[in-house]
């Protein structure tokens, strides 16, 4: 049996990241010294160590190394590969993206530390009456596209005819991608004999006066949109009559660009008393 030390000079891990491995179950000693607490390995255990190394390069979480160490099954592992490719080839293009944004600011000389802010064009009308099947949802902003698929998957199902693009309203006070309460709008044809249920339910949106923008490109910078209406708004003596909303009317289910994202915000506004 190899000490932890001689352990660690041969896999080229260091003693503390071996005890880590311990704790999370993934490489355990096969002998601990219960006077001392020495950790011992086997020469076998070294095979395990290098895989272990190899994973870590493919990106591999620990989770997930646990996972592929805990299972002889062939399909599942070389599925788990298949899915790590496509997670780090997603990255790489976002990669390539961000050097190209950052080549442009280069090549336009932008003020790159203060930015360019944007300029929006402000639009006030009457939001028609409407009918919406809606979904309040707890869950990461990163599975809002999975949800909505659902909805539009379920709403076929029940041949319920829908009108239009979704909807979100946030409603938590601060950022929160991990779990962001937020409530799914899709607009369906008025008449349509549509039951609430497990999977929806049926609201009736007023008419209402709404100030709109759209904005154009990532939703990373979709808070210039927000801080543009706010301004109008203010400015023109409005107030908030409900939660603003986003209507994604060009995103990820184009497969485009991110620069070709379209997306509406709407706030409700009405006329600050005076």
């Not at 997603?90 to 600011?105: A, F, H, L, S, W």
């Not at 909807?167 to 607009?187: G, T, W």
């Amino acid at each position: 049996m190899y000490t932890i030390s001689r352990f660690s000079q041969l896999c080229k891990m260091s003693p503390r990241m071996l005890r880590h491995y311990d704790k999370e179950e993934l490489l355990k000693p096969v002998h601990v010294d219960t006077t001392n607490g020495y950790r011992y390995y086997e020469k076998s255990q070294l095979e395990t160590a290098l895989l272990i190394k190899k994973l870590k390069e493919y990106k591999f979480s620990l989770p997930e190394i646990k996972a592929i160490l805990q299972t002889s099954d062939r399909k599942l592992f070389i599925g788990l590969i298949h899915s790590k490719i496509n997670e780090l080839s997603n990255e790489m293009n976002r990669y390539r993206q961000i050097i190209t944004e950052m080549q442009e600011m280069i090549e336009k000389k932008a003020d790159i530390i203060r930015g360019e802010r944007r300029s929006y064009d402000i639009l006030l009308g009457m939001r028609n009456e409407v009918s919406v099947i809606s979904q309040r949802l707890q869950i990461r902003i990163a599975d809002m596209d999975k949800y909505i698929d659902s909805m539009y998957a379920k709403a076929e199902e029940n041949q319920v005819q829908l009108l239009g693009a979704p909807s979100v309203v946030f409603f938590d006070e601060e950022f929160a991608p991990d779990h962001s309460d937020m409530e799914l709008m899709i607009p369906i044809m008025n008449g349509n004999k549509v039951d609430s249920s497990s999977e929806w339910q049926i609201k009736q949106l007023p008419e209402q006066f709404v100030a709109t923008t759209l904005h154009f490109g990532s939703y990373d910078d979709i808070g210039y949109a927000h801080m543009a209406l706010e301004e109008w708004t203010d400015s023109n003596g409005y107030c908030l009559e409900g939660p603003p909303y986003e209507t994604y009317l060009k995103g990820t289910e184009c497969d485009c660009p991110v620069e070709e994202y379209v997306t509406q915000i709407s706030f409700p506004v009405m006329k600050k008393a005076k």
